[in-house]
């Protein structure tokens, strides 16, 4: 049937299928998933390539009405397509990233908003270099996430979870003082990896950070000045884990983070100041037998999509504004 995307899984948040011909006409929004995981770095905790489905399986039972982001419909504004899903090489890591840059790549080169659903973290560096080679200037990245991922490379493999932003900091179409690492927390970071953050310039805002500042809008537009200064353009990357276990079982099992209220906030806020485009990784569906994770992508794309919304009329506005004064 036209509105399931494979087998029995709908497309995302009943998005229109595109998957057959990637004709994005009439469409502002374009959700793909990426059901890649690369080296596994500890345990059990394998499998969210299963996130991309379970994402989708869980977004059948949503709308997009935000009651209390002043009653706004997402859908009412913004139409949806949902591309499928990146066809991924098992055990061939620099395929994968080839194929992964390329399905970007064109994504990018719609010039709609992009949706990435992971799949690992490592999906970030392959995605973001492919916007590197369609914009003119640098790209900044806000990476909202528990650990900084830049771990040079996990047991030879250079593209592993834990090694985006290693790859990131070597991109010449990156600006690394635009890069913002927030929500940082956790002894599951090493020494160097905050090390290596502040040798390249990157700044890095921590969980306490943001939770003893006191005003999430506000530090929202701090963290967007930085990543947006000196560059093209802004990308939001957000691993589940920057999330405390409490709100997030379906993903690493870490404490002391962000609450659901705080990351939707930031990334509301974020969105209403002009991100470019986004991807949700590091959901395990099997460590989640009621996949609160994978229900939380569909509310989490939802605020975001409301902050661009707002970004936009706002920039629709300015523009009126400004050509009613020169005529």
């Given at each position: 049937?036209?509105?399931?995307?494979?087998?029995?899984?709908?497309?995302?948040?009943?998005?229109?299928?595109?998957?057959?011909?990637?004709?994005?006409?009439?469409?502002?929004?374009?959700?793909?998933?990426?059901?890649?995981?690369?080296?596994?770095?500890?345990?059990?905790?394998?499998?969210?390539?299963?996130?991309?489905?379970?994402?989708?399986?869980?977004?059948?039972?949503?709308?997009?009405?935000?009651?209390?982001?002043?009653?706004?419909?997402?859908?009412?504004?913004?139409?949806?397509?949902?591309?499928?899903?990146?066809?991924?090489?098992?055990?061939?890591?620099?395929?994968?990233?080839?194929?992964?840059?390329?399905?970007?790549?064109?994504?990018?080169?719609?010039?709609?908003?992009?949706?990435?659903?992971?799949?690992?973290?490592?999906?970030?560096?392959?995605?973001?270099?492919?916007?590197?080679?369609?914009?003119?200037?640098?790209?900044?990245?806000?990476?909202?996430?528990?650990?900084?991922?830049?771990?040079?490379?996990?047991?030879?493999?250079?593209?592993?979870?834990?090694?985006?932003?290693?790859?990131?900091?070597?991109?010449?179409?990156?600006?690394?003082?635009?890069?913002?690492?927030?929500?940082i927390h956790g002894p599951r970071n090493a020494p160097d990896n905050g090390k290596l953050a502040q040798?390249?310039?990157?700044?890095?805002?921590?969980?306490?950070?943001i939770r003893e500042h006191g005003n999430l809008k506000q530090l929202a537009k701090q963290m967007y000045?930085?990543?947006?200064?000196?560059?093209?353009?802004?990308?939001?990357?957000?691993?589940?884990?920057?999330?405390?276990?409490?709100?997030?079982?379906?993903?690493?099992?870490?404490?002391?983070?962000?609450?659901?209220?705080?990351?939707?906030?930031?990334?509301?806020?974020?969105?209403?100041?002009?991100?470019?485009?986004?991807?949700?990784?590091?959901?395990?569906?099997?460590?989640?037998?009621?996949?609160?994770?994978?229900?939380?992508?569909?509310?989490?794309?939802?605020?975001?999509?409301?902050?661009t919304i707002w970004n936009k009329e706002e920039k629709a506005k300015k523009e009126q504004a400004g050509?009613?004064?020169?005529?």
């Amino acid at each position: 049937m036209a509105e399931k995307i494979y087998g029995n899984t709908p497309c995302f948040l009943g998005a229109k299928n595109i998957s057959a011909d990637s004709n994005t006409d009439g469409v502002d929004v374009v959700v793909y998933g990426v059901p890649w995981e690369g080296a596994v770095t500890w345990g059990e905790y394998t499998g969210c390539e299963l996130g991309p489905k379970v994402m989708r399986l869980c977004s059948a039972r949503y709308t997009g009405y935000l009651p209390e982001l002043n009653h706004i419909d997402v859908f009412e504004h913004m139409k949806l397509g949902d591309m499928g899903d990146v066809d991924v090489i098992p055990a061939d890591v620099m395929g994968t990233v080839k194929r992964i840059e390329e399905f970007s790549g064109n994504v990018w080169s719609t010039g709609k908003f992009p949706v990435a659903l992971g799949g690992d973290h490592g999906i970030t560096y392959p995605i973001v270099n492919a916007l590197t080679k369609k914009v003119k200037g640098k790209v900044g990245i806000i990476h909202l996430d528990a650990h900084y991922d830049n771990k040079p490379h996990h047991e030879g493999d250079a593209f592993a979870r834990c090694s985006p932003f290693a790859r990131l900091y070597e991109c010449e179409g990156v600006r690394n003082e635009s890069i913002v690492h927030a929500g940082i927390h956790g002894p599951r970071n090493a020494p160097d990896n905050g090390k290596l953050a502040q040798e390249v310039g990157a700044t890095t805002i921590t969980v306490r950070d943001i939770r003893e500042h006191g005003n999430l809008k506000q530090l929202a537009k701090q963290m967007y000045d930085i990543a947006s200064q000196g560059t093209e353009a802004v990308y939001l990357s957000i691993c589940s884990d920057v999330m405390d276990f409490a709100f997030n079982p379906g993903g690493p099992a870490d404490c002391n983070g962000l609450t659901s209220y705080e990351l939707l906030t930031l990334v509301y806020e974020l969105c209403k100041l002009g991100v470019i485009g986004m991807d949700f990784v590091e959901v395990y569906p099997q460590q989640d037998p009621n996949q609160f994770s994978a229900h939380f992508a569909s509310t989490l794309v939802l605020y975001a999509l409301a902050g661009t919304i707002w970004n936009k009329e706002e920039k629709a506005k300015k523009e009126q504004a400004g050509q009613y004064v020169t005529n």
